[in-house]
């Protein structure tokens, strides 16, 4: 049976792979959460309002600013990846990974302040 290199696992490369699928994942699994919002628009007013009184819970608004984290932490795994694929990044890699991690943190932070402010 082969063995499985761990060393790859070490490598920001591999975690910001990770971090994009997940993130995109994750993603993925709230759009039908926000579909079911929408059609609460089109049900008419009482029951928009019934949900928009839910989604000012405590829980929800720290919901709110995960998924606007994982939207920061996905777009910039994207971008990373264009840049990877059109060869402009091979020398920054590590400084794109690191720059991408630090503006989605920066945009959660600024949501949550905003979100609790």
Known sequence: MRQIDRRAHAHPSWWAFWLHRVSGLLVALFLPLHFLALSQALAGPAALEGFLRFADA????????????????????????????????????????????????????????????
């Not at 264009?82 to 920066?106: P, Y």
């Open 58 to 117: 405590p829980l929800v608004k720290v919901a709110e600013w995960g998924l606007v984290t994982l939207l920061a932490l996905h777009l910039t795994g994207g971008v990373r990846l264009l840049l990877i694929e059109f060869g402009r990044a091979s020398d920054l890699r590590k400084n794109w990974i690191a720059g991408g991690t630090g503006v989605a943190t920066a945009v959660g932070l600024a949501f949550a302040l905003a979100l609790f402010t």
